[in-house]
């Protein structure tokens, strides 16, 4: 089979998989649990597009995700507005928010990665220190469950089932991204920027408009967190949140959307796995992280395709 | 007097107390090939990189078909029809030779980000557009067998070559090639010197930085010499053959070029 195809049909068997998941009418913590990785591969996969595609290190994507979250626990639970609406308003206020970044997308590598993580911890202080809106260290309580159409999902599986589609979703539009004109323009920004810019690409317009994207996805994945834990302190939005993003992106594999989904269930679920340990879990999970990136850059995504590799031919 | 496709005026360029370009004056024909030619640290690249944008002028004019472009940075010349190579190969080592190719033609096509998402009509059709030109390209410069390759696997002469057809895919008005010969050997650079001669049939205008003097003398319509940033003469490849200066400049230096690329 061709190596395209068979990764086709291996993502839509996993999708069919996770849809198929609640048939088997799992514990409500496990629905649960795969609802966090669901909202964290979200994010992830943002993150996967600024930086696996178009090169730039973002340590701040725990900024974009909080506004996200606090915007749509707001809106709802302040201004009583339905779930969508909270929803796309969430991505639409952290794409907004992001273009203060514009200015700093002619940064690279450390001085970028250090740009955004100052923004991520303004971010934070924000969250934690206006009151007035947050709720501050308190938190922001009473946030309604999502709801579709007047109907709320009060079930478990209903709101694992809303997050793994908007996960799908957002998947399979970061696919067809990266097939396209602008997700070769900046793949190739990636690559080599004088050669981009030697062949009329507007680097620095790309550039932005991949943090623009990045942004309004962590948007929505901070939605649905909002209204999956319906409680949100500040503390949920710490640059060591960013730094989790990161870690999915990159163990799960550069370049790779369904690194970015593996990475996410590998950072949400195995300190939880790991939990009976107790205070040795995190010594593990940095020892896991250690051993995983020593398959390479390819990280998990990569080790699989490797081991795909005798089933498939290379592409004509 | 023919028309002049682009025109440099008193161009020059200083890196601290250096003067790599230095009040250079240079008109080049349409439809001509215009060797750029001196010894080594001459300025003949830093001069490319002020006419593509690559590098900020000090002092001076560019100007491409009439209008003037000094302020404009490399993007928009490169929209404008203005496509180079470079020396120290610069490309996208992990894109397919096709992909690399298609790249060449994203100035000058659409489709943006939601006509990606939506897959629309328009956007298919563009994209089936794109990589038809892009496989013309590559078979263009002989490289059609290559097109699913990453550049960053294919062997040295190949990747000069798909160098030359991302430059040329979108078919532009300049085509700027800075020492497409480097390390090539003899039957490479033949190839190479009638590659040039069709780039040019094609309608493009080309400038050529060369160090191998086989391709210069038998493509360029005109040379122009430099040393020391200044422009030392300009003529006819036959011309400058026999000028006095040039030939003082190659090799009445310790570091002159070795024989092979030395004046016939």
Not at chain 1, 61 to 74: D, K, R, V, W
Not at chain 1, 85 to 96: H, N
Not at chain 1, 236 to 248: A, G, N, P, Q
Not at chain 2, 63 to 86: K, L, M, N, V, Y
Request: with cysteine.
């Amino acid at each position: 089979m061709e190596s395209a195809r068979l990764k086709r049909s291996l993502t839509g068997i996993v999708l069919l998989a996770l849809a198929a998941l609640p048939l088997f009418e799992p514990h409500q913590f496990v629905l649960h649990m795969l609802s966090l990785v669901a909202i964290s591969a979200t994010a992830a996969l943002g993150l996967q597009l600024l930086l696996g595609f178009s090169g730039q290190l973002s340590i701040g994507q725990a900024a974009f995700y909080g506004i996200g979250a606090y915007a749509s626990g707001l809106l709802s639970a302040k201004l009583g507005m339905p779930f969508i609406v909270a929803f796309f308003a969430a991505g639409v206020i952290a794409a907004v928010v992001s273009l203060v970044m514009v200015p700093i997308t002619r940064l690279t590598g450390a001085a970028l990665a250090v740009a955004t993580l100052g923004f991520s911890i303004l971010v934070y202080l924000v969250l934690k220190n206006e009151e007035w809106l947050t709720g501050g260290s308190f938190g922001l309580m009473g946030i309604p469950r999502a709801s579709l159409f007047g109907y709320v999902l009060a079930k478990p599986t209903y709101a694992y089932l809303l997050c793994v589609a908007v996960a799908a979703g957002v998947y399979l539009s970061l696919l067809r991204l990266q097939r396209s004109r602008f997700g070769r323009a900046i793949n190739a920004i990636r690559q080599n920027e004088d050669a981009a810019r030697a062949c009329g690409v507007k680097v620095t317009l790309l550039k932005s408009q991949c943090f623009v994207i990045a942004a309004f996805v962590a948007g929505l994945a901070g939605s649905l967190y909002a209204h999956q834990v319906r409680y949100l302190a500040p503390t949920d939005f710490t640059f060591w949140k960013s730094v989790e993003i990161l870690i999915m992106v990159v163990i799960g594999g550069m370049g790779s959307l369904f690194g970015a989904v593996l990475g996410a269930a590998v950072v949400v679920l195995v300190p939880e796995v790991l939990r009976e340990v107790g205070d040795y879990r995190m010594l593990i999970f940095g020892a896991i992280l250690m051993v995983v990136m020593l398959f390479g850059e390819g990280g998990i995504a990569g080790f699989l395709e490797q081991c795909l590799r005798p089933f498939s031919k290379p592409r004509a | 007097m023919p028309e002049a496709l682009l025109e440099a005026a008193g161009l020059s360029r200083r890196f601290g107390g250096l003067a790599a370009v230095d009040a250079v004056d240079l008109r080049v024909e349409r439809g001509a090939i215009h060797g750029l030619i001196g010894p080594n640290g001459a300025g003949k690249t830093t001069l490319l990189n002020l006419i593509a944008g690559a590098l900020a002028v000090t002092r001076g004019t560019v100007s491409f078909r009439g209008a003037d472009i000094t302020r404009w940075d490399a993007a928009r010349r490169a929209q404008a029809g203005i496509r180079r190579t470079f020396q120290n190969l610069k490309l996208f080592a992990e894109m397919s030779a096709l992909e690399n190719a298609s790249i060449g033609l994203h100035a000058g096509t659409h489709a943006g980000i939601f006509a990606a998402l939506a897959r629309t009509p328009a956007q298919r059709a563009e994209e089936e557009r794109i990589f038809a030109r892009a496989r013309r390209a590559l078979e263009f410069v002989g490289l059609g067998g290559d097109a699913g390759v990453a550049a960053g696997k294919l062997p040295y002469g190949h990747r000069r070559l798909l160098e030359i057809a991302r430059a040329f895919v979108a078919e532009p008005a300049l085509i700027l090639l800075d020492e497409p010969a480097a390390g090539l050997n003899q039957t490479e650079a033949a190839n190479l010197s009638r590659l040039i001669g069709r780039i040019r049939d094609a309608g493009c205008t080309v400038v050529l930085v060369e160090h191998h003097m086989d391709v210069v003398m038998s493509v360029c319509d005109q040379v122009t010499v430099l040393n020391y940033g200044r422009k030392l003469a300009e003529g006819r490849p036959a011309e400058i053959q026999r000028d006095a200066q040039v030939i003082e400049a190659y090799l009445g230096r310790g570091d002159a070029p070795p024989s092979k690329h030395a004046l016939a």
